[in-house]
Nanobody
């Protein structure tokens, strides 16, 4: 059974950093492109960053460009997102998504709260 488990969220002060992880199991992680999304109550889920299966192609939303870094380790079956220079508007539940052809898997999300 395919599964994604996010971790690494928490409460951080403005300007702080976190490293989010997304551990995969139950499918061939290395052939899947990975994405990070975030969502706040009452808003649509926002695509934050994408990384190709080999890590060569990476894209970011303008709102996080220069502050977030997406990466992956296929040997560990894990995707990461380093989130830095966090601001209150970055507060959200962060989800990872694995996508290959018609297959798409989601994790349960990890809460990031930016507050002083």
């Amino acid at each position: 059974q395919a599964q994604l488990v996010e971790s690494g969220g928490g409460l951080v002060q403005p300007g702080g950093s976190l490293r989010l992880s997304c551990a995969a199991s139950g499918f061939t992680f290395s052939v899947y492109a990975m994405r990070w999304y975030r969502q706040t109550p009452g808003k649509e889920r926002e695509l934050v960053a994408t990384i190709s299966r080999d890590g060569d192609n990476i894209n970011y939303a303008d709102s996080v460009k220069g502050r977030f870094i997406i990466s992956r380790d296929n040997a560990k079956r894990t995707a990461y997102q380093q989130v830095s220079s966090l601001q209150p508007e970055d507060t959200a539940v962060y989800y990872c998504n694995a996508r290959y052809l018609v297959n798409s898997y989601w994790g349960q999300g990890t809460q990031v709260t930016v507050s002083s």
